[in-house]
């Protein structure tokens, strides 16, 4: 069965710091990955995804996340944060095995403070 | 990119009644999913709503709490019955997009009261 894991409930960094938010993933098969961003009364935004390819992939907000075949993790990063990318942070796999839906992590909140 | 509109954005509900949420996109998708988000959640997966044939629905999901109906390829329903305070959550409807990755709507956040 696919799965993701995010280890972190949260995770706090200085505005201006680099962040980085955890993602491991469980699949048979080639994985395909997702970030999604879900802000405060919003619904769930499409920040980027690995397919194939490059193993470092850029998205939306000058966020970009890193394939790992070997550690099988997917972790999103962002060189400078912004007291606007506090949000709640979603990894998701695609299961591709039958049916096509989009299994999600845990979810992993990112206060970035001024 | 799709666009999906959800209806209603939010409601208050008194316990045993049933509310219908609609989902429309604005392009025809063969696949539509329904999510609820429980307070402080994550999304885990109701049903698979398909275009000509019953719902798929996840474990921990019937059809008799949760009908769906799909009446064509840019409309879906999903009706919580007998409601209870433990249905109150965030409901979403999502779409694959050709890129893979999901479209959803804005969510209905329900309460039950």
């Known amino acids: 069965a696919q799965s993701v894991a995010q280890p972190e409930d949260q995770v706090n960094v200085a505005e201006g710091n680099p962040l980085t938010v955890k993602c491991t993933y469980s699949v048979s098969g080639n994985p395909y990955l997702f970030w999604y961003v879900q802000y405060p009364n919003r619904g769930l935004q499409f920040l980027l995804k690995?397919?194939?390819?490059?193993?470092l992939v850029k998205g939306s907000y000058g966020f970009e996340a890193e394939f790992n075949k070997s550690q099988t993790s997917f972790h999103l990063k962002k060189p400078s944060a912004l007291v606007s990318d506090s949000a709640l942070y979603f990894c998701?796999?695609?299961?591709?095995?039958?049916?096509?839906?989009?299994?999600f992590g845990a979810g992993t909140r990112l206060f970035v403070k001024a | 990119s799709a666009v999906i509109s959800q209806k209603p954005s939010r409601d208050i509900c008194q316990r045993g009644t049933s509310l219908t949420i609609q989902c429309q996109v604005d392009?025809?998708?063969?696949?539509m999913f329904w999510y609820r988000q429980q307070p402080g959640q994550s999304l885990t997966l109701i049903a698979t709503?398909?275009?000509?044939?019953?719902?798929?629905?996840e474990s921990g999901f019937v059809i008799d709490k949760f009908p769906i109906s799909r009446p064509n390829l840019t409309f879906s329903t999903l009706t919580v019955s007998n409601m209870s305070p433990e249905d109150s959550s965030i409901y979403l409807c999502s779409v694959p997009g050709q890129g893979l990755e999901a479209f959803f709507g804005q969510g209905t956040r329900l309460t039950v009261v």
């Open positions: 709503a398909n275009q000509g044939s019953e719902a798929t629905y």
């Open positions: 690995y397919i194939t390819g490059d193993n």
């Open positions: 392009s025809q998708v063969t696949m």
């Open positions: 998701a796999v695609r299961d591709h095995t039958g049916g096509f839906k989009t299994i």
